[in-house]
């Protein structure tokens, strides 16, 4: 059984900034990309940020380039995003996300299995 499991989330003041934890289980976290997404009320799940099998390639929406970084470690099997400059927009629920395969998907339909979410909330 895959499982994927978030932390970081909170209420944050806009400028400030947050780092989201997810650490996976029931799957070889290795062999596959990762991706953070997010959901606002009345929104679709959009990407935020995703990351390749090695962490070697990134890749980003252009609302998070520059303010947000996605990183792995494969020894923890955690994937992380590290998120500066916060500003109101950014509130949503957060979501960690896994493919079935080594390369970036932006396409919230080609992630197989989720988090519960983690709920991001940056007052102005």
């Known amino acids: 059984q895959v499982q994927l499991i978030e932390s970081g989330g909170g209420l944050v003041q806009a400028g400030d900034s947050l780092r989201l934890s997810c650490i996976v289980s029931g799957r070889t976290f290795s062999r596959y990309a990762m991706g953070w997404l997010r959901q606002s009320p009345g929104k679709e799940r959009e990407f935020v940020a995703g990351i390749n099998y090695r962490g070697e390639n990134t890749d980003y929406a252009d609302s998070a380039k520059g303010r947000f970084a996605i990183s792995r470690d494969n020894a923890k099997n955690t994937v992380y995003l590290q998120m500066s400059s916060l500003k109101p927009e950014d509130t949503a629920v957060y979501y960690c996300?896994?493919?079935?395969?080594?390369?970036?998907?932006?396409?919230?339909?080609?992630?197989?299995?989720w988090g519960q979410g983690t709920q991001v909330t940056v007052s102005s």
């Open positions: 996300a896994i493919v079935p395969v080594g390369f970036i998907q932006k396409d919230a339909r080609r992630y197989d299995y």
